[in-house]
Protein backbone atom coordinates (compact mmCIF):
# COMPACT_ATOMS: atom_id res chain seq x y z
CA UNK A 1 0.00 0.00 0.00
CA UNK A 2 1.70 3.29 -1.45
CA UNK A 3 0.84 6.77 0.12
CA UNK A 4 -1.75 7.32 -1.82
CA UNK A 5 -3.15 3.82 -1.03
CA UNK A 6 -3.01 5.25 2.28
CA UNK A 7 -4.37 8.19 2.41
CA UNK A 8 -7.60 6.87 0.07
CA UNK A 9 -7.68 3.97 3.17
CA UNK A 10 -8.47 7.10 5.52
CA UNK A 11 -10.68 8.89 3.56
CA UNK A 12 -13.18 5.75 3.15
CA UNK A 13 -14.17 5.58 6.47
CA UNK A 14 -14.97 7.33 8.96
CA UNK A 15 -12.81 5.12 11.87
CA UNK A 16 -9.76 3.51 10.80
CA UNK A 17 -6.78 1.78 12.33
CA UNK A 18 -3.34 0.63 11.11
CA UNK A 19 -2.51 -2.83 13.63
CA UNK A 20 -0.19 -5.56 13.95
CA UNK A 21 -2.92 -8.36 13.29
CA UNK A 22 -6.42 -8.16 13.05
CA UNK A 23 -9.37 -7.20 15.87
CA UNK A 24 -10.60 -11.14 16.11
CA UNK A 25 -6.66 -11.82 16.76
CA UNK A 26 -4.47 -8.78 17.48
CA UNK A 27 -0.62 -9.60 16.94
CA UNK A 28 0.80 -7.46 19.95
CA UNK A 29 -0.80 -6.12 23.33
CA UNK A 30 -0.71 -2.29 21.97
CA UNK A 31 -3.18 -3.32 19.08
CA UNK A 32 -5.15 -5.43 20.95
CA UNK A 33 -5.97 -2.46 23.34
CA UNK A 34 -7.03 0.30 21.08
CA UNK A 35 -9.27 -2.84 19.70
CA UNK A 36 -10.90 -2.87 23.06
CA UNK A 37 -11.33 0.53 23.69
CA UNK A 38 -13.16 0.57 20.17
CA UNK A 39 -15.18 -1.99 20.74
CA UNK A 40 -16.05 -0.94 24.25
CA UNK A 41 -17.52 2.16 22.92
CA UNK A 42 -19.33 0.06 19.84
CA UNK A 43 -17.15 1.92 17.55
CA UNK A 44 -17.27 1.18 13.59
CA UNK A 45 -13.92 0.97 12.14
CA UNK A 46 -11.63 -0.56 9.39
CA UNK A 47 -8.95 -2.29 10.37
CA UNK A 48 -5.52 -2.97 8.15
CA UNK A 49 -3.49 -5.56 9.05
CA UNK A 50 0.57 -3.93 8.13
CA UNK A 51 1.86 -7.83 8.99
CA UNK A 52 0.20 -8.56 5.92
CA UNK A 53 1.68 -5.62 3.76
CA UNK A 54 5.42 -5.05 4.62
CA UNK A 55 4.92 -1.60 2.39
CA UNK A 56 2.52 -0.59 4.07
CA UNK A 57 4.23 -1.37 7.50
CA UNK A 58 6.64 0.92 6.58
CA UNK A 59 4.56 3.13 4.59
CA UNK A 60 1.97 3.99 7.29
CA UNK A 61 5.25 5.14 10.02
CA UNK A 62 6.57 7.53 6.84
CA UNK A 63 2.51 8.81 6.09
CA UNK A 64 1.98 9.48 9.52
CA UNK A 65 5.38 11.01 10.63
CA UNK A 66 5.04 8.42 13.73
CA UNK A 67 7.59 5.43 14.45
CA UNK A 68 5.27 3.14 15.99
CA UNK A 69 1.87 0.74 15.03
CA UNK A 70 -0.76 0.42 15.93
CA UNK A 71 -1.84 3.95 14.84
CA UNK A 72 -5.50 5.27 14.80
CA UNK A 73 -6.93 7.92 12.51
CA UNK A 74 -10.73 9.38 12.91
CA UNK A 75 -12.15 11.70 10.42
CA UNK A 76 -8.93 11.54 8.23
CA UNK A 77 -7.07 13.02 10.92
CA UNK A 78 -4.19 11.13 12.74
CA UNK A 79 -5.33 10.62 16.50
CA UNK A 80 -2.08 8.61 17.70
CA UNK A 81 -1.07 5.48 18.78
CA UNK A 82 -1.52 2.70 22.06
CA UNK A 83 -0.53 4.87 24.69
CA UNK A 84 -2.11 8.16 23.35
CA UNK A 85 -5.34 6.37 23.04
CA UNK A 86 -5.17 5.11 25.95
CA UNK A 87 -4.11 7.90 27.95
CA UNK A 88 -7.81 9.74 25.93
CA UNK A 89 -9.67 6.67 27.00
CA UNK A 90 -8.38 7.34 30.61
CA UNK A 91 -9.04 10.88 30.91
CA UNK A 92 -12.50 10.31 28.89
CA UNK A 93 -11.61 12.16 25.73
CA UNK A 94 -11.76 9.10 23.54
CA UNK A 95 -15.27 8.89 23.60
CA UNK A 96 -16.08 12.02 21.92
CA UNK A 97 -13.35 11.94 19.05
CA UNK A 98 -14.75 8.51 18.08
CA UNK A 99 -18.34 10.04 17.81
Not at 56 to 69: A, C, E, V
Request: glycine share 10%; proline share 3%.
Amino acid sequence: MNKIQIQEAIDKDKVVLFMKGTRDFPQCGFSGRIVKILEQFGTEYQEYDVLEDSELRDGIKSFSNWPTIPQLYVNGEFVGGSDIVYDMHKEGTIEETLK
